[in-house]
Nanobody
């Protein structure tokens, strides 16, 4: 199991930017896919972005394409989500996730078996 800790959430005005960080510890190695998911109040957990083990292949939800960028630093066991042009609809708790058996990006939450505690992102209009 990998332990994941997110940071970087906060309150931002619409049009602003935030960068979320996810620090991995425990049984870490570079050969696993990572993802970001989010859950807004009253809504289901939804896929945001994912990245393969090398950082060379990424995937993102249509709703954030062109605005959010996922990246990773395997030397420091970190994953990032750079968010720009934020909208009130991006308000949610954002979760970092890791897969112990996949090394390619996946949009499917059940493919991830380690999850962080989440960080709140609030975008005001």
């Amino acid at each position: 199991q990998v332990q994941l800790v997110e940071s970087g959430g906060g309150l931002v005005q619409a049009g602003g930017s935030l960068t979320l960080s996810c620090a991995a510890s425990g049984r870490t190695n570079s050969n696993y896919a990572m993802g970001w998911f989010r859950q807004a109040p009253g809504k289901e957990l939804e896929f945001v972005a994912a990245i393969d083990w090398s950082g060379g292949d990424t995937d993102s939800a249509d709703s954030v394409k062109g605005r959010f960028t996922i990246s990773r630093d395997n030397a420091n066991n970190m994953v990032y989500l750079q968010m720009s042009s934020l909208e009130p609809g991006d308000t949610a708790v954002y979760y970092c996730a890791a897969s112990s058996f996949l090394n390619v990006p996946s949009v499917t939450k059940r493919h991830y078996d380690s999850w962080g505690q989440g960080t709140q992102v609030t975008v005001s209009s």
